[in-house]
C-alpha cells in the first residue's frame, strides 16, 4: 500500500507524517527478514506478510495518540509490542492454514503418484 493511500484514509482522523510512516514501515520490514535477518516465523512475504503488516499498522495508527513507532531512529518498545500484540492474535490462524496447505499438498500428491514407494 502506498503511504499516500494512509495518509488519504486517515484524513479525517488524524494527521499521518508521510515521514515518520515511511521510518516506521522501514522499521517493521525487518519482521520479515532479510538476508542477515531472519523472518519471524508467522511472517512469511509469500504468505502475504506487508500487507498483514500494513493492516495491523492501519489498524493500530490511530490508537498511537498521534505518535509512531519510531522518532528519529529511536523505537518505541511499547507501540512495538502494539504491533506484536496484534500479530499474536492472528498467529494460531497463521500456523493453522500452513499446515492445512502442507496436508492437502501431501494427499495431493499421495492421490496424484500413488503410494509412497508405489508404482
Known amino acids: 500500500m502506498r503511504i499516500e493511500y494512509l495518509a488519504y484514509e486517515f484524513r479525517s482522523h488524524i494527521a499521518v507524517d508521510k515521514e515518520r510512516v515511511i521510518d516506521d514501515w522501514v522499521f517493521m520490514c525487518l519482521f520479515v527478514g532479510n538476508d542477515f535477518l531472519p523472518h519471524l516465523p508467522s511472517l512469511e512475504i509469500r504468505e502475504g506478510a506487508i500487507n498483514r503488516l500494513m493492516d495491523i499498522y492501519r489498524h493500530l495508527l490511530p490508537q498511537m495518540g498521534g505518535e509512531y513507532i519510531t522518532d528519529a531512529g529511536y523505537v518505541d518498545l511499547k507501540k512495538v509490542e502494539m504491533v506484536m500484540t496484534q500479530l499474536a492474535e492472528v498467529e494460531d490462524q497463521i ?7 502442507v496436508t492437502n499438498w501431501g494427499e495431493s500428491t499421495v492421490l496424484k503418484h500413488g503410494a509412497i514407494g508405489g508404482t
Open 95 to 101: 500456523f493453522r492454514e500452513r499446515k492445512e496447505k
